[in-house]
């Protein structure tokens, strides 16, 4: 004849069962469930053997019913055991794998420090950045929730426009709006190259990347809404060189 299960032992529980139902939820929630759990035996506990308030009232229960409160505090203190083991678990794979994001966060940025070095010196390179926003933004990779109109004004008004605060003249502001692109836009690669899907690595990623930019950048060339941004820029740039040279 077959054994009969102990009924204070959850032995269909395991750590492997509670890992698996927790595989949306984090290590975090799962220690949240274990101290309720040891909360609750705790407290069954004191129904049974303590000398509180609440085992005076306990000692009114028969001692059938004092056994099976005892059981019960044994039952949850066996689920308990495998929800620790779990959560153990979890908090190891957790620190693992944020690791390894942090290690590809941090390739990502070296890779795109040297694909998208983007100096901004020369009114040359001060285009560039701009040609690249226009690129990035034709594949969504920046500012892609605007529509292109919106995108081509929001930039245009970038060379036109400053704050009349008295703290910004124009070039400053030029230069703090193109700076700021380039922030935005190097923020916004790393995002886009260090995803998870498809278990490519960062490298894999970035020269996929590539080709697609360099589409996009040459369709620039016959864009008339981009022709025409960059030479509003290129005269506000240029116009703003001149009179900062002026005595």
């Known amino acids: 004849m077959a054994k009969k299960p102990s009924l204070t032992s959850a032995d269909r529980i395991t750590a492997d069962a509670v890992l698996e139902l927790s595989r949306l939820y984090s290590s975090n929630e799962l220690r949240s469930v274990q101290s309720k759990f040891t909360g609750t035996a705790r407290a069954i506990r004191e129904l049974t053997d303590s000398r509180s308030l609440q085992g005076r009232i306990g000692?009114?229960?028969?001692?059938?019913?004092?056994?099976?409160?005892?059981?019960?505090?044994?039952?949850?203190d066996s689920i308990?055991?495998?929800?620790?083991?779990?959560?153990?678990?979890?908090?190891?794979?957790e620190d693992t794998k944020s690791a390894w994001r942090k290690q590809r966060q941090k390739e990502a940025h070296r890779l795109i420090e040297q694909a998208?070095?983007?100096?901004?010196?020369?009114?040359?390179?001060?285009?560039?950045?701009?040609?690249?926003?226009?690129a990035l933004n034709l594949l969504?990779?920046?500012?892609?929730?605007?529509?292109?109109?919106?995108?081509h004004r929001d930039l245009r008004e970038g060379a036109t426009e400053f704050p009349q605060n008295g703290f910004w003249t124009q070039p400053k502001w030029r230069l703090n709006q193109l700076t700021s692109h380039r922030r935005a836009m190097l923020e916004e690669i790393q995002q886009a190259i260090t995803g998870e899907l498809h278990n490519l690595s960062v490298q894999e990623q970035l020269d996929g990347l590539q080709p697609q930019i360099a589409?996009?950048?040459?369709?620039?060339?016959?864009?008339?809404?981009?022709?025409?941004?960059?030479?509003?820029?290129s005269d506000a740039l240029s116009a703003g060189e001149a009179s900062e040279v002026q005595p």
């Open 59 to 76: 000692e009114k229960l028969s001692l059938e019913q004092r056994q099976l409160l005892k059981d019960a505090a044994q039952l949850i």
């Open 80 to 93: 308990n055991d495998n929800i620790t083991h779990a959560k153990e678990r979890k908090k190891r794979a």
């Open 116 to 134: 998208f070095p983007l100096p901004h010196e020369t009114l040359e390179q001060k285009l560039e950045i701009l040609r690249l926003a226009m």
């Open 140 to 151: 969504s990779l920046y500012l892609g929730f605007m529509s292109k109109q919106g995108f």
């Open 215 to 233: 589409i996009a950048r040459q369709s620039l060339l016959v864009d008339p809404m981009a022709i025409e941004t960059l030479r509003i820029w």
